[in-house]
């Protein structure tokens, strides 16, 4: 079993930074992928950004790329996501996630999830 939880949430102005981080427990971590999704009200649940545990390869949705940094520290079993030039749009729950397969886009390719952290950016 994995455990996440997510931190960092909050409120920002538009153009603002705010950085999220994911700790995870319950199991080694060598060969997983995490990721973080996003769900804005009334939306589905969309990829933002992922990491693999084990080469430290990131990968980023467009609509986030060059904006979010996606790391990990695996001394403490975390992984951030620093979020530069905020936009409202960016407003959205951020889930953080673990699959224990290769990297997916889909939210259906990930077995575990925490239970999200709230980013409002006002305009």
């Known amino acids: 079993q994995v455990q996440l939880v997510e931190s960092g949430g909050g409120l920002v102005q538009a153009g603002g930074s705010l950085r999220l981080s994911c700790a995870a427990s319950?199991?080694?971590?060598?060969?997983?992928?995490l990721g973080w999704f996003r769900q804005a009200p009334g939306k589905e649940r969309e990829f933002v950004a992922a990491?693999?545990?084990?080469?430290?390869?990131?990968y980023y949705a467009d609509s986030v790329k060059g904006r979010f940094t996606m790391s990990r520290d695996n001394a403490k079993n975390t992984v951030h996501l620093q979020m530069n030039s905020l936009k409202p749009e960016d407003t959205a729950v951020y889930y953080c996630?673990?699959?224990?397969?290769?990297?997916?886009?889909?939210?259906?390719?990930?077995?575990?999830w925490g239970q999200g952290t709230q980013v409002t950016v006002s305009s």
């Open positions: 319950g199991r080694t971590f060598s060969s997983y992928v």
């Open positions: 990491i693999s545990w084990s080469s430290g390869n990131t």
């Open positions: 996630a673990a699959s224990l397969m290769t990297f997916s886009r889909s939210a259906k390719g990930y077995e575990y």
